[in-house]
């Protein structure tokens, strides 16, 4: 079967009506090409087409990840962003199993990725040693399909959110202080750059990620020693908050419930095994020992052995990945919520 016939009974049932009438009427394009045009009024800024692979249904064949980012749930899938074996990979609730060869690979050919998004459509992963960031569709058959590549997303892009409150992909380069800015029209696939914000005093200086809450953008800096906030709309300057030296590899920061809960993978000296995961009722507690709680081992997190790595919302919970130390790489992670009392609850492990 020819490649434009598979694509064909692929989208047979439809997963954008304007490609069915381009399919219907005998116009011989790649579907990546279809994707870029899918709003032909929109100029959209340098992407690339992306490949238009599409990975096929298909087993893990690893059996545990390596030095994994990140764990969620986007459209009744859970997906791990698998970083050393580059790839994300993603199982059916049914199927998480206790191990990740029960899970399915959704793109495996990135170059240490470390984070994914989704709107409901379009599903962007930073691919983060290849300096880009990609996007893909899920088609009615199952497979992912690669739509645009967008090439020279500053210096290792390292995290992306998807922000429903501005219809906007947020995507963050660590190393030159810059947050990329997408937004995709309501009948369409293809995204747009709609803007670049730069922060030049974080310009060189190892940024891994940002929280959206509520006005403001927490961005977690181990360069700077600690954590920047910049107001959501204007970039501005809004908090510097230095954390102490045991905390210094600061990676994400998130506000659930009544507190902040930081994740660290060293002291500001490299350490790994002062690795964990804090809490504090402000962001200033984070500089004096005695104003946070450890609470890595109530989230399972064993010093020395897990790194906790990023803290990511969905399904009405958190969940808190773990990259595993020494040969084996144990990785894991947890869901947990805090409830109004402050006390962690703990829920599912994930492989």
Not at 10 to 32: D, F, S
Not at 224 to 236: E, L, P, Q, Y
Request: hydrophobic share 35%; net charge neutral.
């Amino acid at each position: 079967m020819s490649r434009s016939a598979i694509i064909r009974y692929r989208l047979r049932k439809g997963v954008c009506p304007m490609m069915n009438k381009l399919i219907k009427a005998g116009m011989g394009l790649m579907l990546a090409a279809v994707m870029a045009l899918a709003v032909p009024s929109e100029s959209y800024a340098a992407p690339g087409l992306g490949s238009g692979a599409v990975f096929p249904n298909r087993y893990n064949e690893y059996a545990s990840t390596y030095v994994s980012t990140q764990t969620t749930y986007l459209n009744g899938l859970y997906f791990t962003v698998d970083c050393y074996h580059d790839r994300v990979i993603y199982a059916e609730p049914e199927n998480v199993g206790t191990d990740t060869s029960h899970w399915k690979i959704m793109a495996d050919d990135l170059n240490k990725p470390h984070s994914i998004c989704s709107d409901g459509v379009i599903y962007l992963v930073t691919d983060t040693d290849n300096n880009r960031v990609v996007t893909y569709t899920r088609l009615v058959t199952g497979e992912f399909i690669e739509l645009q590549s967008f090439e020279n997303v500053g210096i290792r892009p390292h995290y992306c959110v998807y922000d429903q409150a501005s219809a906007s992909f947020y995507v963050w380069s660590s190393y030159t202080g810059e947050m990329f800015i997408y937004k995709r029209p309501a009948n369409g696939f293809a995204l747009r750059l709609d803007k670049v914000k730069r922060l030049d005093y974080l310009n060189g200086v190892y940024t891994r990620s940002f929280t959206i809450d509520g006005n403001n953008i927490l961005l977690c800096s181990q360069g700077a020693g600690g954590i920047i906030s910049v107001n959501k709309r204007t970039f501005a300057l809004t908090g510097v908050y230095p954390v102490c030296d045991d905390l210094g590899g600061v990676v994400q920061v998130a506000h659930i419930g009544s507190h902040y809960y930081l994740t660290t993978s060293s002291d500001r000296f490299g350490n790994q095994s002062r690795a964990t995961v804090v809490r504090s009722t402000s962001l200033g507690g984070f500089y004096y020992p005695g104003q946070y709680e450890d609470v890595n081992g109530l989230l399972g997190g064993l010093r020395g052995s897990a790194v906790p790595y990023y803290l990511t919302p969905a399904a009405g919970v958190y969940f808190a990945r773990f990259m595993g130390t020494g040969g084996g790489y144990n990785d894991f992670a947890v869901t947990f919520a805090e409830d109004p009392f402050g006390n962690i609850i703990l829920g599912t492990r994930f492989p």
